[in-house]
């Protein structure tokens, strides 16, 4: 039996529990494996094989690292809290050791969350063309680049053309990615037990432009547009997305990804309780 441990390595008491973790683990027999830091090696990759459950041990942004690391192979996830907002994890930062004896023992509630599969396409110049394809469990998001220009682009959904915009960008979101980038947008927070996906413009320079769902087998296109060229940036699950040659992204390509991440955490009306005390303020008791 192995654990993987993805640990915020800018928390001291995130690294301090991971090693109480460590020891504990170890004297009960399970195999445990570290996530390099990756701001210090950023080329390095990580790989989960093997791993039975894997441990988050930071905020939603380590989560997401995770998450990144496991993609589409359905290992479950355990995230416990030690950074600002945790509306992702499932379990606080005190009790660390019972909260994995209880996920190894097969104790916690399972959340299934879709993922997306991201393709972009890369214009190289010379007629030149380059793919390449990301997985994501939040969104992807097209935007505006350093120059800060407006970028013009066109949104189709299964082959159906949804309009031309001009704007700051486009987020595509899961329902899990819809209280992160997608919210700030002005996107809807949508259940995880919806498998669509979220699209919402980022400051469309119209007043009609709304976000809309799509169903679970659609697949969304961006394009940004030749008539007028600008400078853009295209980001997945918070990480800019580049190509090794150079190219300009020319167009994104997103669809359900072929596999679910599946979040740890005790309680089934968690996602609930998480968007009453993140985003109504403190919980009240009914009267």
């Not at 020891?23 to 080329?43: F, M, Q, T």
């Not at 413009?201 to 969304?220: E, M, N, Q």
Request: proline content about 4%; aromatic content about 6%; glycine content about 12%.
């Amino acid at each position: 039996m192995k654990v993987l441990l993805v640990p915020n390595y800018s928390r001291a008491d995130a690294i301090q529990a991971a090693a109480t973790l460590e020891v504990w683990l170890s004297h009960e027999g399970v195999e445990v494996v570290w996530a390099h830091d990756k701001k210090r090696e950023p080329n390095r990759t990580c790989d989960p094989t093997g791993a039975v459950l894997v441990v988050s041990l930071g905020g939603d942004g380590t989560l997401l690292r995770a998450a990144s690391i496991v993609g589409y192979r359905e290992i479950p996830i355990l995230g416990l809290s030690f950074g600002h907002l945790g509306f992702l994890t499932g379990a606080g930062s005190e009790n660390v050791v019972e909260s994995v004896s209880r996920a190894l023992a097969g104790e916690l509630h399972q959340s299934r969350r879709a993922t997306l599969d991201v393709g972009v396409t890369f214009d190289c110049g010379g007629g030149l063309l380059r793919d390449t394809h990301h997985f994501a469990l939040n969104e992807l998001a097209l935007t505006r680049g350093g120059l800060g220009d407006m970028i013009e682009f066109d949104v189709d959904v299964s082959g159906n053309h949804i309009d031309r915009l001009r704007g700051d960008g486009f987020v595509v979101s899961t329902a899990t990615g819809s209280t992160g980038y997608a919210l700030s947008s002005g996107g809807p927070i949508v259940t995880p037990e919806f498998n669509g996906m979220v699209c919402v413009p980022i400051a469309p320079h119209t007043i009609l432009a709304r976000a809309f769902l799509t169903s679970s087998s659609d697949v969304v296109e961006v394009s940004l547009s030749d008539d007028r060229p600008a400078e853009s940036s295209v980001f997945v699950d918070g990480q800019l997305v580049t190509c090794p040659e150079g190219g300009s992204a020319a167009k994104c390509t997103v669809r359900r990804g072929p596999g679910d991440v599946i979040l740890l955490d005790s309680d089934a009306g968690g996602f609930y309780d998480s968007v009453s005390r993140v985003f109504y303020g403190q919980m009240r008791k009914k009267q």
